[in-house]
């Protein structure tokens, strides 16, 4: 508000100082009001009597030109806080599970979220992206744990009541391709991996890690079907012992 005042000010100023010379000019006067209405009226009164008329007509353009200047932000300038909540809603899910408890969802950051039905959702994370999940049912009939296997080769168990890794498997250095349960309790999990080779994981199991056989190509699904294991590589499915060897069922 002060600066439109002083602006208006230093026009009015400048509009009449600028009168005052083209009135000199014309009456040959040294001096003039300085009242605009007043020179205008001895302008009059001076050319009625025989004297040319002039009436002058002065127009004051006022201009004014903005420059918006945009510097660019480097990261450096961006809060670490904006950043990160960009970051958090570019997030991709890579892989998901459907409980009738509520869902599953692996994220690329490597953040497990258990969203149940009614309740807040929660979150974990694991040392790596999910490649594979499988659900755990528990004592009380429910998913109570989730098994994710990672690109990075290892397996996380992941409590859904307290959204903890309560335990961790290191198997390969390849990626998990997928998982199976060998017994009702979920103590021992079947792990196939992408570089073909089959282990077994657990707490009960010799040093935790167990490697079984190795096929010529990636597990993509691993079943259990009385005491043999199906195997489905693409479009072709084999029925192997534990010991990587052709079933005798099959032979």
Known sequence: MVFLDAMTFLISTWAEDLYRKKMQSILGEK???RSGRTEFASVRVATRFGRKTTRMTITVTI????????????????????????????RTVIRSLMTPEGCIVAMDDATVVWKPKGSRQKRTRIEDRASVLLGLIGPKGVVDRIVAGDVGGGVSIISLISMEVIDRFVVSKSKIRSLCVSSVSGESILVGCDDGSVHLIGQNVPDRVVNLFELDGPASALRIVGQDLHIQQGWERKIVDWRGKESLAVA
């Open 63 to 90: 201009e004014f030109h903005f420059h918006f200047h945009f510097t660019s932000l480097g990261k450096e300038c961006v809060p670490n806080a904006l950043i990160a909540d960009v970051m958090r809603h570019v």
């Open 31 to 33: 001096e003039l009001s």
